[in-house]
């Protein structure tokens, strides 16, 4: 190689991009990482040891309702739209020589900035509803009963015994009106928590009885005792709403996956919504207009990137 | 507060709503494709392989207009493409124990065992 060939190598050096498109990009491949990760150790347990017997958790069973993810999707995708068109809008506003013209894009670009925030508050709204419900029904890591052993068992008995009280013998206006069940599934809480006062019945039965026999994991079904039979409907299939714990085989894993991949994606969004905040408090003071061209590209550019996770994250957790 | 403006052919605000588009009409795709071909047929793995193709094609959409890949990519694709691979490679590693396990194919299994 020439020494002129070298000179007009160095002189090419670096991307033709600017330092902030080019800091971003390598701030999103770290993530694609970081992402990849947690997806990637999501899919070796639930992959790894569920078997036919001992299924990985569906939907269902933790409280997870596909439409409510779908909602989610696309109230994100409609976030993404509106921050191209902000973007789209100041870009155009760059251009325009007419001065109410340049005014009106402005404007719109504000509002498409303000549709964006909004947008992002609605899925942190969302996700914050289905969180609350697994709180409320325990699906949280470590405090699901997978009647693993004995110990699980016996918590399991204890646990449910508390609930049943709470439900047949309420002991204030609270617990009556968080408690309260439909007739005919108090009429089995009754039988089912004198059974388990007098000792008669076994942990996995109590599951059944909470379930319906068809229902539960093939791994918690007992070998029946004399009498015991087939329960067509659990206390659960009487009143979806009542609260009872039952056995989720791996459903701690499941928790433990579901609220690292979504929490983390919760406060990437959250991020987000704090710079499209600065940047509405800019607009505010006059300060927001064709030279953040490049800001909200930026800004749009991890917006985007936070979509992707979220189309991954919804088929992976809802659906599949 | 910009850095530098460069003239670059972005995508056209048609370009965008037809993105838009695309991406809700895949959302409810996979919503179907969930409900006839997991709920209905039972084919969870066609299911999931439809899904997850979907899913695919919605993140190429979103990259190339959206983040303007389509455009930029001449000269991010140095920083890109090596990632990509990894993470590929990542999902097939941890993928190998669970196709390696034996109740991954059952029905191989069971000789195994009848031999001894």
């Known amino acids: ?320 | 507060m910009s850095e530098q403006h460069e003239e670059h052919a972005g995508p056209s605000f048609q370009a965008y709503m037809g993105v838009f588009y695309a991406l809700c009409v895949c959302t409810a795709l996979s919503f179907v494709v969930n409900y006839f071909v997991d709920h209905v047929m039972g084919q969870k793995l066609m299911s999931a392989s439809i899904i997850m193709a979907v899913a695919v094609v919605k993140a190429t959409l979103v990259a190339g207009i959206f983040m303007h890949l389509k455009f930029d990519w001449g000269k991010l694709y140095c920083i890109i493409l090596p990632v990509c691979v990894v993470t590929v490679m990542m999902v097939i590693i941890l993928s190998i124990d669970a196709t390696l396990a034996w109740h991954a194919s059952p029905e191989s299994a069971v000789p195994m065992i009848q031999q001894k």
């Open chain 1, 1 to 320: 190689m020439s020494h002129e060939a070298a000179d007009q190598s160095k002189a090419h050096m670096g991307l033709p991009l600017p330092n902030g498109k080019l800091a971003l990009w390598l701030f999103l491949v770290t993530e694609i990482t970081f992402f990849t990760a947690l997806i990637g150790v999501y899919m070796l347990l639930r992959n790894g040891q569920p078997t036919a017997a001992t299924p990985w958790p569906d939907p269902k069973t933790v409280h997870l309702v596909e439409w409510i993810g779908a909602l989610n999707t696309f109230v994100l995708i409609c976030s993404s739209l509106t921050v191209v068109l902000c973007h789209w809008c100041l870009h155009e506003a760059g251009k325009a020589t007419d001065p109410a013209e340049q005014a009106g894009l402005k404007s719109k670009a504000v509002m498409y900035l303000g549709i964006t925030l909004a947008l992002g508050l609605v899925f942190l709204g969302v996700k914050a509803v289905e969180y609350k419900a697994k709180f409320d029904h325990q699906i949280l890591p470590g405090r699901i009963f997978e009647l693993k052993n004995e110990a699980d068992n016996y918590r399991y008995l204890v646990h449910v015994r508390g609930q049943l009280e709470k439900i047949v013998k309420p002991k204030d206006d609270y617990e009556k009106k968080h408690y309260a069940v439909k007739d005919e599934a108090l009429a089995k809480c009754k039988e089912l928590l004198k059974k388990i006062e007098d000792g008669e019945v076994s942990a996995k039965r109590v599951n059944e009885t909470i379930v319906g026999t068809k229902k539960v994991a093939k791994c918690d079904t007992p070998v029946r005792r004399e009498g015991e039979s087939d329960i067509d409907k659990g206390i659960l299939d009487l009143d979806p709403d009542a609260h009872l714990a039952f056995s989720i085989p791996y459903g701690n894993l499941w928790a433990s996956c579901y609220f690292a991949m979504t929490g983390f994606h919760a406060i990437h969004v959250l991020g987000g919504l704090v710079v499209f905040g600065v940047y509405l408090v800019l607009a505010l003071l006059g300060r927001f207009g064709p030279d953040c061209e490049l800001d909200i590209e930026l800004t749009g550019l991890y917006w985007h990137f936070v979509d992707i996770v979220w189309i991954f994250l919804f088929p992976l957790l809802y659906l599949v």
